[in-house]
């Protein structure tokens, strides 16, 4: 079965913090892996998205990595802003056009 | 560019009732997608499409029908509503499959059946 988990469910850290987000995935087989941010009563917003091919993206204070012979992702963001708050969540996209995803990291950055 | 339009933002149903949830599109975007989320969990692909008149399931397509006449528009409709349809459903959007393109999202509709 096709399963997406993210580690830790909520994270608080202080601002000007680096902070790393854990993605792992069942099934290797993907298509591509993809970071969402959500905010509060709002829907998803693309982040990054890593092609099977690639090891990883990069965009401004986000780095997200790909390792899928280990199953996993990582979304790094640097020197956190209280901006940064908001909800993270991973997806995993197949070849038959599904999509899985997880259910997200909290993440509160405190000023 | 408006994005991803859903309507409404809000319903109540009762159980036994059947809505049409609405989205609409201005990128001239061939796939579709309808998500739903239920509180602390993931989204979960109920129907999408590949292009106007070509739809298929996703993991939880049951009690839902959806159609795509149009490039535009992509509807989804609950036919006798029932409480575990309680969510937050998610139209979303991409332009074509192939490379990966990022999927563009609506702002949900908040959907309670009591």
């Known amino acids: 079965k096709q399963e997406v988990t993210q580690i830790p469910a909520a994270l608080s850290v202080p601002e000007g913090e680096n902070l790393v987000l854990n993605c792992s995935f069942t099934d290797s087989a993907i298509y591509n892996l993809q970071w969402f941010r959500q905010d509060p009563g709002k829907g998803l917003t693309s982040l990054l998205l890593i092609q099977s091919s690639q090891r990883e993206q990069t965009s401004g204070r986000l780095n997200a990595s790909l390792d899928k012979s280990s199953g996993r992702s990582t979304l790094y963001i640097a020197a956190s802003q209280p901006g940064d708050s908001a909800t993270y969540l991973c997806?995993?996209?197949?070849?038959?056009?599904?999509?899985?995803f997880g259910a997200g990291t909290r993440l509160t950055v405190k000023p | 560019n408006a994005g991803v339009t859903q309507t409404p933002k809000f319903r109540i149903l009762k159980i036994g009732q059947s809505m049409t949830l609405q989205c609409t599109q201005d990128m001239n975007h061939n796939y579709m997608y309808w998500y739903r989320q239920d509180p602390g969990m993931g989204l979960k692909l109920i129907y999408y499409?590949?292009?106007?008149?070509?739809?298929d399931k996703g993991e939880v397509p049951n009690g839902y029908n959806v159609s795509r006449s149009t490039t535009e528009d992509f509807p989804l409709r609950l036919e006798l509503a029932a409480p575990s349809q309680t969510s937050v459903y998610f139209c979303?959007?991409?332009?074509?499959?192939?490379?990966?393109?990022?999927?563009?999202f609506g702002d949900g509709t908040r959907l309670s059946i009591l």
């Open positions: 997806a995993a996209a197949y070849n038959n056009n599904d999509m899985r």
């Open positions: 499409s590949v292009g106007a008149g070509i739809t």
């Open positions: 979303a959007s991409s332009y074509y499959r192939q490379g990966g393109q990022p999927q563009h």
